[in-house]
T-cell receptor, first 114, second 107 residues
Framework: GAGVSQTPSNKVTEKGKYVELRCDPI?????LYWYRQSLGQGPEFLIYFQGTGAADDSGLPNDRFFAVRPEGSVSTLKIQRTERGDSAVYLC????????????FGQGTRLTVV | RKEVEQDPGPFNVPEGATVAFNCTYS??????FFWYRQDCRKEPKLLMSVYSSGNEDGRFTAQLNRASQYISLLIRDSKLSDSATYLC????????FGTGTSLTVIP
């Protein structure tokens, strides 16, 4: 079956621009997580959705970052006024429920802000 | 303090060696624990879940110590193909991951 799909796989944008990163979770998975990973670091938690609602957005670094999941399936991570420090791989993961079941990752979106 | 902490390594071991990684977690209410493998420039892939009673999958053994709040991964008879970064993850209110431990198996 299809795994977690993220688009685009690579995104290069100019400083100050707005970007949207998309995540299509495994069908039927109610929990969805966004992470950011820099070279040599582990995945840094950003936000967790249970269904349509953000169960925990405490990892979003500032108000330039926002994420939605309007129908409880596809999620979009939105970054306004991008900065060079936002350059990283953005990973999405989904799990069957939010009760600690295994999470499966997409291949990530490599964001480069120039 | 980070939710999950790991020794980043690197661990360089000869083929056939046994190697162990530990990972500590800070949230005593964490319910589930996992080990993931991440190859260079790839996404993390689930290696195994970690159960209270410990569990084994071929050459890999994972254990959980709730009293000391750590989980471990033991790899026996290391293969060249085991070279990767190993991430531990814990689920309390959400999934947190450690920084990963780098393993290189040398011929």
């Amino acid at each position: 079956g299809a795994g977690v799909s993220q688009t685009p796989s690579n995104k290069v944008t100019e400083k100050g621009k707005y970007v949207e990163l998309r995540c299509d979770p495994i069908s039927g998975h109610t929990a969805l997580y966004w992470y950011r990973q820099s070279l040599g670091q582990g995945p840094e938690f950003l936000i967790y959705f249970q269904g349509t609602g953000a169960a925990d957005d405490s990892g979003l670094p500032n108000d330039r970052f926002f994420a939605v999941r309007p129908e409880g399936s596809v999620s979009t991570l939105k970054i306004q006024r991008t900065e060079r420090g936002d350059s990283a791989v953005y990973l999405c993961a989904s799990s069957l429920s939010g009760l600690g079941t295994e999470a499966f990752f997409g291949q990530g979106t490599r964001l480069t802000v120039v | 303090r980070k939710e999950v902490e790991q020794d980043p390594g690197p661990f360089n071991v000869p083929e056939g060696a046994t190697v162990a990684f530990n990972c500590t977690y800070s949230n005593s209410a964490s319910q589930s624990f996992f080990w993931y493998r991440q190859d260079c420039r790839k996404e993390p892939k689930l290696l195994m879940s970690v159960y209270s009673s410990g569990n084994e999958d071929g050459r890999f053994t994972a254990q959980l110590n709730r009293a000391s709040q750590y989980i471990s991964l033991l790899i026996r008879d290391s293969k060249l193909s085991d070279s990767a970064t190993y991430l531990c993850g814990s689920f309390g209110n959400q999934f947190y991951f450690g920084t990963g431990t780098s393993l290189t198996v040398i011929p």
